[in-house]
């Protein structure tokens, strides 16, 4: 571990592809070149349950799952804390040593107090480097986002590279328009095609190489006012509910489908692993804005047979939201908080056992 250990942050709105760009990362096509091994993976998730980190491959060993809040409001606990952490047990033997730290934000997560902290924090500054943003821009999505969510532009605007995900979704017209807006706000940040992208060392070079970029007049060299980071996220909260019991498929397809078609509702995503009838492993649902994808089995085993549901809205009665959901799937309850003597998440334990 000699030298600074480079950090490159993912960020990108709600169900933009973070996570799968992660993946292509650390788990390239067939004839590409991922990272190498020492690559120290930090997921942070909204909801009481995480569930992103379990759709990281293969990194059991070194995903750290930050689980106390939105990293952009918890700034100054869990992530230094962790970063600390993980640097002390790497010196110390305690864990293996690492070269590379890649921090996948939440959604709705803005990269700025990230950036600061990683730069004037001084026991991160002096042993960590800022290695740029990498945000992921939703093809089908992005230019409704950048106009409507404040969140989407500000990590457009504080991106090092720009990626445009689901551009085998979208038309070539809308991809056009997106990438001239994008233009418009952040013209030094290079664009990729998700399905055309370099190699990844490569790839984070480029981040790190724009990150040395000077500031563009969002305020992001100085310390960012705790005011401003709740206004970013007003009306935005997240509701959390676990079942016992197995569910049935028509069941949870017609409910999320419901909900999801509610315009006042306001649904910004809708994440979980489910447990359905008669079947023997888990499936994974996951559904962004008004499109539910298709529920798809997850690999390996998981740690019990909870089913976990976690909806990410904005502006709605959270009670009413919660009678909606277990008016169509019966005996839901708000997980109990994990006990305070359990071990800490930055323990090297496997991933599925961050999920509490």
């Known amino acids: 571990m000699s030298g600074k250990i480079p950090v490159s942050v993912i960020s990108g709105f709600l169900g933009s592809g973070k996570t799968t760009l992660l993946n292509r990362l650390l788990q390239p096509e067939a004839g590409a070149t991922g990272l190498?091994?020492?690559?120290?993976?930090l997921i942070n998730e909204l909801g009481e349950i995480?569930?992103?980190?379990?759709?990281?491959?293969h990194?059991?060993?070194?995903?750290?799952?930050?689980?106390?809040?939105?990293l952009c409001c918890a700034l100054q606990?869990?992530?230094?804390?962790?970063l600390r952490r993980l640097f002390m047990d790497a010196l110390h033997?305690?864990?293996?040593?690492?070269?590379?730290?890649?921090i996948e934000t939440t959604g709705i997560a803005d990269p700025a107090p990230i950036i600061y902290t990683l730069q004037y924090e001084r026991f991160l500054s002096e042993r960590y480097r800022y290695a740029g943003c990498l945000s992921v821009i939703d093809g089908l999505n992005g230019l409704a986002q950048l106009q409507q969510q404040p969140e989407a532009a500000q990590q457009a605007v504080l991106a090092d590279v720009l990626i445009i995900g689901k551009t085998d979704l979208a038309d070539s017209g809308r991809i056009a328009a997106l990438k001239q807006a994008l233009s418009s706000i952040n013209a030094d940040a290079p664009q990729y095609d998700v399905q055309a992208l370099p190699e990844a060392d490569q790839l984070l070079s480029v981040a790190a190489r724009g990150s040395g970029r000077?500031?563009?007049g969002y305020g992001l060299w100085s310390k960012p006012a705790m005011t401003s980071t709740r206004a970013l996220h007003a009306g935005v909260d997240t509701l959390t509910l676990a079942w016992s019991g197995p569910l049935t498929r028509s069941g949870v397809i017609k409910t999320l489908e419901s909900l999801l078609s509610d315009e006042p509702l306001t649904l910004l995503r809708v994440k979980g692993r489910v447990w359905l009838r008669g079947q023997m492993q888990p499936y994974a649902v996951h559904a962004v804005h008004k499109q539910l994808y298709p529920m798809e089995s997850m690999d390996g085993e998981a740690a019990d047979t909870v089913s976990v549901l976690v909806f990410i809205f904005r502006g709605a009665d959270k009670a009413a939201l919660t009678a909606r959901v277990l008016d169509g799937l019966p005996g839901g309850v708000a997980p109990a908080l994990a006990p305070t003597d359990e071990p800490s998440p930055i323990a090297m334990s496997p991933a599925h056992n961050f999920v509490k």
């Open 36 to 41: 190498a091994q020492g690559t120290m993976v």
């Open 59 to 70: 990194l059991s060993d070194t995903v750290v799952l930050l689980d106390s809040g939105c």
């Open 93 to 102: 033997k305690k864990m293996p040593s690492f070269s590379r730290v890649i």
């Open 50 to 57: 995480g569930l992103d980190h379990a759709r990281v491959k």
């Open 214 to 216: 000077p500031a563009r």
């Open 77 to 82: 606990g869990e992530l230094v804390e962790t």
